[in-house]
């Protein structure tokens, strides 16, 4: 190994051609894959067995902590920090802390989902080595790829390069770290 | 057996968009609007006509900030005036962006790919311009951080068991919440205009928004999740955020808001003025950018009958209301009703009714729905007819309250119409901004529309 190299990419036509190879790549024994496509492929989903993710996790959790937030704020003010007695109803009203329960739950979930949603995918990550790619800049218009990275066991520049050859790609390029 | 074809009975669906799209083509028609085109004329009047109206409204707020709100029309009763009006008004015409973008997705109605970027921005535009209505009504705008708990040296804090504070929680989730389902929207498109703009400024500042997205699977189906249960969290809140919104009135006890039945008729209303806007807005922009094959005559004609749909909902409100009235057996409910419609308002009553009742049961037919022109032309009455019909509630009820004595007619002065022309050019302003520096139109999304975005699994 002289260079570093991140892993060898192949770029294919069309969806149906991707979710291929993905699954030949998989059944050869390769697990460290990435594929970049243009817009979600269900079936690459499958192919890459990437189906659990825990982002409703996430936003389970933010709803709860929102809507206790929301509900506990709404008790500290109106029951312990500023009691007012009106008509001698009781400073426990719940019924009123309802709605803002119900949006703090929404608000809460959301940003957890967001945030979830860019944590669980290392975003925001300005550089990423298939940028060095220049081929890839069509990954967010018309093309699909596929990539074996290094750190596959099975990885070997040539050995991996000449295996997606023969899964009929337009191009395999080798991917700089 | 394998091989055998499938026999359906059902007609092939009308496709939601026109045939012979590729992938690059969609790519390249919807993002040269933003990267290279020429900016049209029609641009650059509709951006102008907006810049000029937004400069009435900015003249307009500094008279108010100067002179205090006594330059509205405001007097007592009638202390909500235009401002609640336009605030109801514009706040409505926000929720048709949220069902299309959520609901719509929930129930894997495709056709909303092409127009469910402009509608979500439309939804954030129209609640900016709702909120600057109740912080401007605020009388001194500058301290509107006192409608939020936090730890004060005055020793106050906001009443929880008002629907007025219900709804600063429930406005501001909202404008949140819209903000952030649309930017994840955005993500996918940013990237394809960073990795397609030729200007360097252009490319770092797409570039920046992208946050560095590359389409890779691993964050697809997280993302696909991830868009789910947000169309999922919106959902119930946007139903909840014009429920709370009508909660205003119906936690009152004056004549005419006092009523249970509220929260969906308001509900039904808002989406039937926010799709009229979509309309007003997408049959312009298809035209003018030629994006007749992606917002395509089926676009319309589904928008269309969903404004039907909810006419008649609203209509049936009308005439809901106007049965409580009678049936309550109650004198001021009764009185508040015939007032309505024989009042000092009845002139406006009777004009809504004309464009929310009457108008709407044009859409049954097939040929109006297929005219875009004449769709447009449909969709200003349907603007103009929800504008009355929250005028007519919140003036209408308040000048004649329970205080015989108190009674005095609503006079709109010229900052009031200042003020509302205003924020319709600030709308304008921010939506032609928009058309001009992000897509209109989600790229990914339509880009799953095409038949060749199915996998073709072997047969074996």
């Avoid at chain 2, 709370?244 to 209303?269: C, K, L, M, N, Q």
């Amino acid at each position: 190994m002289s260079r570093p190299v991140h892993g060898v990419i192949a770029e294919f036509d069309s969806p149906t051609a991707l979710v291929e190879a993905a699954r030949a790549v998989r059944e050869k024994g390769y697990r460290k894959l990435d594929a970049y496509s243009p817009f979600p492929i269900e079936e690459l989903t499958d192919a890459l067995h990437l189906h659990h993710n825990k982002l409703p996790l996430i936003v389970l959790l933010g709803g709860i902590v929102g809507g206790i937030s929301g509900y506990l704020l709404q008790y500290f003010i109106t029951v312990l920090y500023y009691p007012i007695n009106i008509g001698g109803r009781p400073l426990h009203s719940w019924p009123a802390y309802i709605i803002i329960t119900f949006e703090c739950t929404i608000l809460f979930a959301a940003l957890a989902a967001v945030l979830g949603l860019l944590g669980l995918c290392g975003l925001p990550m300005p550089y990423h080595p298939v940028f060095n790619v220049p081929r890839f800049a069509l990954a967010s218009r018309n093309r699909f790829f596929l990539c074996i990275e290094a750190t596959d066991p099975l990885f070997d520049l040539e050995q991996t390069a000449g295996f997606l050859k023969t899964l009929e790609p337009r191009e395999v390029s080798e991917v700089a770290d | 057996m394998a091989d055998e074809l499938q026999v359906t009975d059902q007609p092939a669906p009308e496709k939601i968009i026109a045939s012979g799209y590729t992938f690059g083509s969609i790519t390249d028609q919807i993002s040269t609007v933003v990267l290279t085109r020429k900016t049209p004329v029609f641009w650059m009047a509709g951006f102008g006509l907006g810049l000029v109206l937004l400069l009435l409204f900015l003249l307009a707020v500094g008279m108010l900030l100067v002179k205090g709100t006594g330059i509205w029309g405001l007097r007592t009763p009638v202390m909500w005036g235009f401002a609640i009006t336009n605030f109801v008004w514009w706040i409505g015409i926000g929720h048709a962006g949220t069902l299309i973008s959520a609901i719509l997705l929930l129930l894997n109605q495709q056709w909303r790919n092409s127009i469910n970027r402009f509608a979500e921005a439309m939804t954030l535009f129209a609640v900016a311009c709702a909120g600057m209505f109740p912080l401007l009504h605020l009388g001194r705008p500058w301290l509107f951080y006192w409608l939020f708990p936090y730890p004060n040296t005055m020793g106050i804090e906001p009443n929880f068991r008002s629907p007025l504070v219900w709804d600063v929680f429930a406005v501001s989730t909202y404008a949140t919440v819209s903000l952030l389902f649309w930017y994840v929207g955005l993500m996918p498109d940013l990237a394809t205009l960073r990795d397609r703009a030729g200007n360097p400024v252009a490319r770092f500042v797409y570039g920046l928004m992208a946050m560095g997205w590359r389409g890779s699977a691993k964050h697809w189906s997280v993302y696909e999740t991830a868009s789910l249960l947000l169309a999922g969290i919106a959902t119930p809140l946007v139903l909840s955020v014009h429920t709370v919104v009508s909660f205003d009135f119906t936690i009152g006890i004056v004549p005419g808001w006092h009523s249970t039945f509220f929260p969906p008729y308001f509900v039904a209303g808002a989406i039937y003025s926010g799709f009229a806007m979509v309309l007003a807005l997408a049959i312009p922009l298809r035209s003018v950018y030629g994006l007749k094959g992606l917002i395509t005559d089926k676009h319309l004609d589904n928008s269309a009958k969903v404004m039907l749909a909810t006419g008649l909902i609203v209509g049936y409100a009308y005439a809901l209301e106007a049965f409580t009235g009678w049936y309550s057996g109650n004198v001021y409910e009764h009185a508040a009703t015939v007032n309505r419609m024989t009042g000092p308002y009845g002139v406006q009553y009777w004009f809504l009714v004309l464009c929310n009742i009457v108008a709407p049961n044009f859409l049954w037919i097939r040929k109006i729905r297929r005219t875009p022109w004449l769709l447009f032309v449909w969709s200003l009455i349907v603007l103009v007819g929800m504008w009355l019909e929250r005028y007519v509630i919140i003036v209408g009820s308040l000048a004649t309250d329970n205080l015989v004595s108190s009674w005095r007619v609503f006079q709109a002065t010229r900052w009031d119409w200042a003020t509302y022309l205003g924020t319709i050019g600030l709308f304008l302003f921010l939506f032609f901004l928009f058309i001009r520096m992000l897509p209109m139109i989600s790229i990914f999304e339509v880009r799953t529309l095409l038949p060749q975005a199915k996998v073709e699994e072997e047969r074996g």
